[in-house]
């Protein structure tokens, strides 16, 4: 009679009496492994007894300690997964060769390592050079001079940009212009439909008014003519710091859309009487829409007629302690309304989880904004862990173009400047900042980028006891973006601000 594991190498050999006797005391015996390590098809692993002491030994599934930090765990993945991330693990920096523990490098290449390169601390003012850091004060100290010349030049040019912003405030402070677009005219001529614009401001914290447009007229002009009103409307946001009845005018315009001239105008006056709408039935007859060469107009084009609408309003404020809460965070309106006045304004943008974007080489995006009213629409386009010869060591930023509603108006390709800031979250002094210039030869286009790759220093980032900075906090950024586009239009005085 042979043993059962034969197979295994056992060479037994005796009588059915005797071999219930041998079999638990048979080496060859296999035995499932105590530490759960699994074969090759996922199942426990099965050992024969006499090889277990060396199995045991040799598991990847042992009992282990790591040797840095104590930490117990199985030996496989103690020396893989854990070996990985281990803080207290001897590592060198690449740089400088030093040995520290893993905790303590990353504090090392931010702070302390002679050979990183770093940026010269006057790279926001224009000083691009890149240097080591055991050569930063042997560079602060040999270009004195041209980082005197640099802040000077920023100086100059930040009182430029903030008198061109007084001088473009002032222009446009009590400008509102309200351009209504009516499509599919005949269709809406034959149902004698009647078009209402969005509500718009005579100017901040104004009075509140509407265009309504009838293109088979209105009244005794029914069949004949075009009739437009205007109509101020009550709005709790004002009512109470403004003077009523409202005096003033409107100039209501039905642009020609062939040439910037000839435009069809007609002014409504307000005199301060109780009735708030006002308005023209035979505004203009129909058969005056088509082409006239001896004119060289042509109001509807495209089964299509735009109309421009002009307040020119001073109204007065009738309780001035009013201002406060009117340019207070309180008002959202009136917000809202200035915010669509300003142009080139500056706008910030929050960007959430930073370390993850970084770890996954994960492209962050802005909401879309535009270069002006009826401007280029645009976004904002982060690299977190950077790109190109930028990847690793610094945050890329790009401008992109997006398909717009306003493109067809609009100089292609897109020239101009564009100033990017890393916003410092301790004080409002040493924002990180850059600016790129676009021009004709670039070719800035549709779903194309601009920026800069090596723009920030991913070092830099965190917080700088000697310069009170700190841009990366609660694994936030804020990025404001000032934009200055030559957003010059083929037709401005037809760009819509509402279709119907």
Known sequence: MKCNYVEAGCNWRGTVATLKD??????????PCPNGCQDSSGKIRQVIKKEMEKHLRECTHRAFKCASCGTLGTYITITTEHDKVCEKKAVSCLKCNIL????????????????????????????????????????????????LRLALDTIVSLKKEVTDLKQKFLAHKDQRTMILTITDFYRKKRSNSHIFSPPFYTSPGGYKAEVRAYPNGHSQAKG???????????????????????????????????????????QLSFR???????????????????????KNTQYLK???????????????????????????????????????????????????????????????????????????????????????????????????????????FLKWPVTGSVTFELLNQLSDTNHH?????????????????????????LSSLEKDELQNTQYLLDDCLHFRVAVALEDHKYKPWLTPTHRE
Not at 229 to 242: A, G, Q
Not at 274 to 286: C, K, M, N, P, V
Request: glycine share 4%; aromatic share 10%.
């Open 100 to 147: 520290m523990e893993r905790k303590q490098l990353s504090t090392h290449l931010k702070v302390s390592c002679q050979l990183i390169e770093v940026p010269c601390k006057f790279e926001s003012i224009g000083c691009k050079t890149a240097l080591k850091r055991k050569d930063t004060r042997k560079h602060e100290v040999s270009s004195e001079g041209d980082h």
């Open 224 to 266: 004949t003519h075009v009739s437009i009103f205007i109509m101020v409307l009550p709005d709790d946001s004002y009512n109470d710091t403004m003077p009523w009845p409202f005096e003033g005018v409107f100039t209501i315009e039905l642009l020609n859309q062939i040439a910037d001239h000839n435009h069809h105008c007609f």
């Open 302 to 408: 495209d089964d299509t007629l735009i109309f421009r609408v002009s307040p020119q309003l001073m109204p007065k404020e009738h309780k001035p302690w009013f201002n406060y809460i009117m340019n207070g965070s309180s008002s959202n309106k009136l917000a809202l309304q200035e915010d669509s006045l300003r142009d080139d304004r500056p706008l910030v943008f929050k960007m959430t989880s930073y370390s993850l974007n970084k770890r996954k080489n994960k492209d962050w995006y802005s909401k879309p904004f535009y270069s002006s009213p009826q401007g280029y629409k645009l976004c904002l386009k982060v690299c977190a862990n950077g790109e190109q010869a930028g990847k690793g060591s610094y945050i890329s930023i790009y401008l992109r173009v997006l398909h717009g509603p306003y493109d067809s």
């Open 272 to 294: 301060g009487d109780t009735t708030e709408s006002r308005g023209i039935s035979d505004f203009i007859l129909h058969s005056d829409l088509s082409w006239n060469p001896a």
């Open 433 to 457: 900042r850059q600016n790129c210039i676009f021009k004709e030869s670039d070719n800035f286009k549709h779903e194309t980028s601009r920026g800069k790759i090596k723009f920030m220093a």
């Open 22 to 31: 041998h079999l638990p005391k048979c080496l060859h015996t296999p035995c």
